[in-house]
């Protein structure tokens, strides 16, 4: 079993919760084994879905049936540590979920993170995505690179930064990135861009 979170450290690794706010919606971290959450702890009107939860096959399959039962037309799940050599059971659970839920779709991945969709709106967050201009604004330009690559029989694009631009002064765009990719998933979804 995965550790608890500790819910006095959210702060920390949630910038944008002021913005959320300011916007006027509404963020809950639920702490709770996904197999426990009830419909009255997730709703079904959730736009965006974060699973940062147990990282075993089982674990993440849970939480990933707990997150497509809880998402409005054209939400997003977004799923930490999908293709991690330390954490199979992630990668394991994410072809597992698209196998048995065919109607979803990965649609983007990066910065460690995997995003789900319904197929039927994928083509339109792929545009998104694929929009020079639109990853500029959030600072997913130059140095980062896009391609799309095939996975589980679907076209998937590919945030990456190229191994021949790594350099030891690279930390703090990644951290930066990583940041900016949450905001662009954040307000794509929360406006509909």
Known sequence: RSPRPDPETFPSW???KADLKRDGLKLE??????????????GKNVRFFHIDGG???????????????SLVDGGCIALDDPFRIEWPGV??????????APEYQLVAVGFNKAMV??????????AKVR???????????Y???LKQLPFVDRDVDILFLPQFRLRKSMGHRL?????????FFGRTFRKGE
């Open 55 to 69: 990282h075993n096959c089982d674990e993440a399959l849970d939480d990933l049936r707990t997150a497509a039962r």
């Open 14 to 16: 949630l910038p944008n």
């Open 175 to 183: 951290a930066q990135a990583e940041k900016s990719l949450a905001t």
């Open 131 to 141: 929009d020079v201009e639109t990853r500029k604004r959030y600072g997913l330009g």
């Open 29 to 42: 971290v639920l702490i709770k084994n996904s197999r426990d959450l009830t419909e009255e702890d997730t």
């Open 143 to 145: 140095p980062w690179s």
């Open 117 to 126: 969709v319904k197929a039927d709106v994928a083509g339109d967050f792929a």
């Open 91 to 100: 990668t394991e659970a994410l072809v597992r979920f698209l196998d048995e």
